[in-house]
């Protein structure tokens, strides 16, 4: 799974090259002329370290998935997917802070007023705040929702998942603004770091402790790279003295709608085998691990570089306000054409990929693998279409969007169908309630003005 961090120093100047006498800077006009068409927001090598920060951390993610089922009975299975989903869906709702400290950075920069004279709140720690707030309500309340949740194993796996949500939300608020700075080599570094210590604490877990708590208390304890960083790294340092750019209140209310559209996100992207249990009978969720596996594997290739370059794309909305919608068009014609693509490879070659490698008991139709690609493929437009609204600075859109897609996919859950049609459905039919709201928006929006740009690292 990728995560999300990193920095920014206190109003930076542009980073641009030096220009021969009477040229202007690389990446700046010429005096007195306004940039046009798209204003930049990454180069090609630190565009090339962000993919390769994605491949390591979908290779990650994909370790896991292939260790876990080796190690554990299909019960078992099922129940560590139930809290990785849990814990991710958890790292996916603070994922608002990341989306909201880029935006509100991005701007903050931009102020007049001297540093030494703001007196906006200090991201980190109001971010820190309300990691530390949800964690402790998820330990107390672990005995009521635990076994919903987590299974017979709650008892063991409330305390890591509440430690791992309270420390993940500084990692979240550092990405954050480093996306808002555009500073991407340092972005992929620490994402790297995140990705390798993640699998490096699951793999020794998987020989000292081959449990469900082992690989639970492993996947959790990586939430402190951030810590960690910040011991060696100035750069994280002034990440952590990163200032909003309005007061307290607002900041906390349009966090709490960007937290509002990452939860609703994280719900369908990485909880959504906790809401298949929810929907489903003991029975029929013992048996779900196939699916389960499925829908993990087919929203991947899609997702998590997505999530990936999810910062990039909010900085490029940022820096492109003046396109309007018309900024969202490329990517989601991209988004689109490897969607159709993949659901046909998928069809074809997903169900003999499971059971060669899983075995005879992973078995899931060509037709429902076609079904969950393009399903990822609505995923990743909705998450496009969310990060244009945030950057337009359509807060209530972006969280309405994401809670329509949603309640929907709850609302076909619960309909009197097989587990593997019910979960097709939900995943395909609700974000595309999310689209309709986005797209409402969106065409209502007028776009606004286009800033400086202000990149960090153009290579």
Same mark, same amino acid.
């Given at each position: 799974?990728?995560?999300?961090?990193?920095?920014?120093?206190?109003?930076?100047?542009?980073?641009?090259?030096?220009?021969?006498?009477?040229?202007?800077?690389?990446?700046?006009?010429?005096?007195?002329?306004?940039?046009?068409?798209?204003?930049?927001?990454?180069?090609?090598?630190? !565009?090339?370290?962000?993919? +390769?920060?994605?491949?390591?951390?979908?290779?990650?993610?994909?370790?896991?998935?292939?260790?876990?089922?080796?190690?554990?009975?299909?019960?078992?299975?099922?129940? !560590?997917?139930? !809290?990785?989903?849990?814990?991710?869906?958890?790292?996916?709702?603070?994922?608002?802070?990341?989306?909201?400290?880029?935006?509100?950075?991005?701007?903050?920069?931009?102020?007049?007023?001297?540093?030494?004279?703001?007196?906006?709140?200090?991201?980190?720690?109001?971010?820190?705040?309300?990691?530390?707030?949800?964690?402790?309500?998820?330990?107390?309340?672990?005995?009521?929702?635990?076994?919903?949740?987590?299974?017979?194993?709650?008892?063991?796996?409330?305390?890591?998942?509440?430690?791992?949500?309270?420390?993940?939300?500084?990692?979240?608020?550092?990405?954050?603004?480093?996306?808002? $700075?555009?500073?991407?080599?340092?972005?992929?570094?620490?994402?790297?770091?995140?990705?390798?210590?993640?699998?490096?604490?699951?793999?020794?877990?998987?020989?000292?402790?081959?449990? @469900?708590?082992?690989?639970?208390?492993?996947?959790?304890?990586?939430?402190?790279?951030?810590?960690?960083?910040?011991?060696? &790294?100035?750069?994280?340092?002034?990440?952590?003295?990163?200032?909003?750019?309005?007061?307290?209140?607002?900041?906390?209310?349009?966090?709490?709608?960007?937290?509002?559209?990452?939860?609703?996100?994280?719900?369908?992207?990485?909880?959504?085998?906790?809401?298949?249990? /929810?929907?489903? &009978?003991?029975?029929?969720?013992?048996?779900?691990?196939?699916?389960? @596996?499925?829908?993990?594997?087919?929203?991947?290739?899609?997702?998590?570089?997505?999530?990936?370059?999810?910062?990039?794309?909010?900085? %490029?909305?940022?820096?492109?306000?003046?396109?309007?919608?018309?900024?969202?068009?490329?990517? +989601? $014609?991209?988004?689109?054409?490897?969607?159709?693509?993949?659901?046909?490879?998928?069809?074809?070659?997903?169900? !003999?990929?499971?059971?060669?490698?899983?075995?005879?008991?992973?078995?899931?139709?060509?037709?429902?693998?076609?079904?969950?690609?393009?399903?990822?493929?609505?995923?990743?437009?909705?998450?496009?279409?969310?990060?244009?609204?945030?950057?337009?600075?359509?807060?209530?859109?972006?969280?309405?969007?994401?809670?329509?897609?949603?309640?929907?996919?709850?609302?076909?859950?619960?309909?009197?169908?097989?587990?593997?049609?019910?979960?097709?459905?939900?995943?395909?039919?609700?974000?595309?309630?999310? /689209?309709?709201? %986005?797209?409402?928006?969106?065409?209502?929006? $007028?776009?606004?003005?286009?800033?400086?740009?202000?990149?960090?690292?153009?290579?």
């Amino acid at each position: 799974m990728i995560s999300l961090y990193d920095r920014i120093p206190p109003r930076p100047e542009p980073v641009v090259s030096e220009a021969p006498s009477g040229q202007p800077p690389s990446g700046q006009p010429p005096s007195g002329q306004p940039p046009s068409g798209e204003t930049p927001t990454i180069g090609r090598r630190s !565009f090339i370290g962000v993919g +390769a920060a994605s491949l390591v951390s979908a290779g990650v993610g994909f370790a896991v998935l292939l260790i876990a089922p080796r190690i554990l009975s299909g019960p078992d299975t099922a129940d !560590f997917l139930a !809290f990785w989903s849990f814990l991710f869906a958890w790292f996916g709702i603070l994922g608002g802070l990341s989306a909201e400290s880029t935006r509100a950075v991005h701007d903050s920069d931009r102020r007049a007023e001297p540093a030494a004279s703001r007196r906006e709140p200090r991201m980190l720690g109001v971010g820190l705040g309300v990691g530390v707030a949800l964690g402790v309500l998820l330990w107390a309340t672990g005995l009521w929702w635990g076994p919903l949740v987590l299974g017979p194993a709650h008892a063991g796996l409330a305390l890591p998942l509440s430690a791992a949500v309270a420390l993940f939300s500084g990692h979240a608020v550092i990405v954050g603004v480093l996306g808002g $700075r555009l500073q991407w080599n340092t972005f992929a570094r620490l994402v790297i770091g995140d990705s390798l210590l993640r699998i490096l604490l699951v793999v020794v877990a998987a020989l000292v402790a081959a449990s @469900v708590a082992g690989l639970a208390v492993a996947a959790s304890v990586a939430s402190v790279t951030w810590l960690l960083g910040l011991l060696v &790294s100035p750069t994280l340092r002034r990440a952590a003295a990163a200032r909003a750019d309005v007061g307290l209140g607002p900041f906390l209310r349009r966090l709490g709608h960007a937290c509002l559209a990452s939860g609703s996100s994280a719900v369908l992207v990485v909880g959504f085998p906790v809401l298949l249990r /929810l929907t489903s &009978s003991e029975a029929v969720y013992d048996a779900a691990a196939p699916i389960l @596996v499925a829908i993990t594997f087919t929203r991947a290739p899609l997702l998590i570089p997505l999530n990936a370059y999810q910062g990039v794309a909010i900085a %490029h909305f940022l820096n492109n306000r003046s396109l309007g919608f018309r900024a969202l068009v490329p990517v +989601a $014609r991209l988004i689109a054409l490897v969607a159709v693509g993949g659901a046909v490879l998928g069809g074809l070659l997903g169900p !003999f990929l499971l059971t060669w490698y899983y075995g005879p008991d992973y078995v899931v139709g060509p037709f429902t693998v076609a079904g969950l690609v393009l399903a990822a493929g609505m995923l990743a437009l909705l998450t496009i279409t969310g990060a244009l609204c945030l950057a337009l600075d359509w807060h209530s859109a972006y969280s309405a969007g994401w809670l329509a897609a949603t309640a929907l996919a709850v609302v076909v859950l619960l309909l009197p169908l097989g587990l593997e049609l019910r979960a097709v459905l939900a995943l395909l039919l609700g974000p595309v309630a999310g /689209l309709v709201v %986005h797209a409402v928006a969106l065409r209502r929006a $007028r776009p606004g003005p286009a800033p400086s740009p202000d990149p960090e690292e153009a290579s």
